[in-house]
């Protein structure tokens, strides 16, 4: 048996690629189609009520371009408020990327605080210390929105004294028994060699973007939807601007994606 649908995953711009490469490393059998929603980035600065219904608008969207087996949302921010409405409209299962991003933080959390960087959206949503707290964690959690990190990503501006003073001022006035910080955004693993430069060596370092390729294959075993057969296919669909895709795809999938590869959709308004 196999299941030759895609796998759709979708971000608010780029950053959801660091997920896509996740899942096409563990998965390489499997055809993905990606929409990174690059007209509306950055979500995380929006209201919950806005980035669910963007969210709802992206899922169709990907269904009406592929019929989809499962959709991964890549993107923290739309997992924190918009999980419980995807799961509600949709006759396919949805993964997010919190739960997994929680699980590998206590993977390797001794016992201290963990720090949780994300989006303004994300934290207000409290849905990493719920995660973190319902998986047994009994230590504190302390969460820091980090806004300037996404528009560095998204421009490509990975290093040099701009991101990392950005990240020092970000990480300033952790509490000092922090073990575990937490990538709570799927832009920020872009920045890691930043990050870690600015954390103490003790300090562990985590994102949930293999723990979420690891949920997406336990799932698609499960339900019996793998595909075996070789020749997966790969779409890459943006709301706007494809070349900034394709200028940023060797960074962040991995492989070099001429823009003529990259589709412009337009997103359907319907939730
Ligand atoms: N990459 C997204 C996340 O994981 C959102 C970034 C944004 O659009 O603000 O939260």
């Given at each position: 048996m196999t299941d030759?649908?895609?796998?759709?995953?979708?971000?608010?711009?780029?950053?959801?690629l660091t997920v896509?490469?996740?899942?096409?490393?563990?998965?390489?059998?499997?055809?993905?189609?990606?929409?990174?929603?690059?007209?509306?980035?950055?979500?995380?600065?929006?209201?919950?009520?806005?980035?669910e219904k963007?969210?709802?608008?992206?899922?169709?969207?990907?269904?009406?371009?592929?019929?989809l087996k499962a959709l991964v949302v890549a993107c923290n921010t739309a997992t924190a408020v918009a999980l419980p409405a995807l799961r509600a409209a949709l006759r396919i299962p949805v993964v997010g990327?919190?739960?997994?991003?929680?699980?590998?933080?206590?993977a390797?959390?001794?016992?201290?605080?963990?720090?949780?960087l994300g989006t303004a959206g994300t934290v207000r949503s409290e849905a990493y210390p719920r995660a973190l707290h319902a998986l047994g964690h009994k230590g504190d959690v302390f969460a820091r929105a980090c806004p300037l990190l996404v528009p560095l990503v998204e421009e490509g501006w990975l290093s040099g004294d701009?991101?990392?003073?950005?990240?020092e001022e970000y990480l300033r006035g952790m509490p000092s028994d922090t073990d575990t910080v937490v990538?709570?955004?799927?832009?920020?693993?872009?920045?890691?060699?930043?990050?870690?430069?600015?954390?103490?060596?003790?300090?562990?370092?985590?994102?949930?973007?293999?723990?979420?390729?690891?949920?997406?294959?336990?799932?698609?075993?499960?339900?019996?939807?793998?595909?075996?057969?070789?020749?997966?296919?790969?779409?890459?669909?943006?709301?706007?601007?494809p070349e900034q895709l394709a200028r940023l795809s060797r960074t962040f999938l991995g492989v070099d994606v001429?823009?003529?590869d990259v589709e412009l959709v337009d997103v359907l308004m319907t939730a």
């Open positions: 030759e649908r895609p796998i759709g995953v979708f971000d608010s711009g780029v950053g959801g896509l490469r996740a899942l096409r490393e563990l998965l390489p059998g499997e055809s993905t189609v990606y929409l990174g929603d690059t007209a509306r980035v950055p979500y995380g600065t929006r209201s919950a009520a806005t980035v963007y969210a709802l608008n992206n899922a169709r969207t990907l269904l009406q371009q592929a019929d990327v919190i739960e997994p991003g929680a699980r590998a933080a206590m390797e959390c001794r016992g201290g605080t963990i720090v949780v701009i991101p990392r003073l950005v990240v990538m709570g955004c799927t832009h920020y693993p872009l920045l890691r060699p930043v990050l870690r430069a600015a954390l103490p060596e003790r300090v562990a370092l985590v994102d949930g973007a293999a723990a979420t390729a690891t949920e997406v294959a336990g799932l698609l075993a499960e339900r019996g939807l793998a595909r075996a057969a070789p020749g997966p296919l790969h779409r890459l669909l943006v709301t706007d601007a001429p823009a003529g």
